[in-house]
C-alpha cells in the first residue's frame, strides 16, 4: 500500500465506520497520546525501565500503526499529501545534511 492508498483508505474509513473526523486539535492529542505509547514500549524493551505484567500483551507494531493511522487523519483534515511531503522533506535533508553526517565525529 503506497502513501496515498493509505490516506485514501483511512479517508474512506472515517467516512464510514468512524462516522466522521475528530476535529485537528482533538486527533493532535490522539497523536500525542499514541507517540506516548510507543515511547513507554521503547523505554521498557530498549531503555532501563522493565515491563510490568499488564504490560504483557503491548504490540510496538500496533502502537506505531495507531501513530500511523492519526497522522494520516490529520494530513487528510489539512490537504497535506503525505507522499509529497516526505520526497520534498527527503530533498531538504540531503541538501542540508549532505556533509554535516559524515563530518560529524560522534558518528565515527
Known amino acids: 500500500m503506497t502513501i496515498t492508498e493509505a490516506q485514501e483508505t483511512i479517508d474512506r474509513w472515517i467516512n464510514t465506520t468512524g462516522i466522521r473526523y475528530f476535529n485537528e ?8 497520546e499514541e507517540v506516548g505509547e510507543v515511547a513507554r514500549i521503547m523505554a521498557r ?33 489539512t490537504g497535506i499529501k503525505l507522499d509529497e511531503a516526505l ?22
Do not use: P, W
Not at 25 to 32: D, E, K, P, Q, V
Not at 58 to 68: P, Q, R, S, T
Open 25 to 32: 486539535l482533538t486527533n493532535t492529542a490522539i497523536l500525542m
Open 45 to 77: 524493551k530498549y531503555g532501563e525501565q522493565s515491563f510490568k505484567k499488564s504490560d504483557e500483551d503491548i504490540n510496538l507494531a500496533d502502537e506505531m500503526a495507531d501513530v500511523l493511522f492519526v497522522l494520516m487523519c490529520l494530513a487528510n483534515q
Open 87 to 108: 520526497v520534498k522533506n527527503l530533498e531538504k535533508k540531503s541538501i542540508r545534511d549532505a556533509d554535516r553526517h559524515r563530518n560529524n565525529e560522534k558518528l565515527k
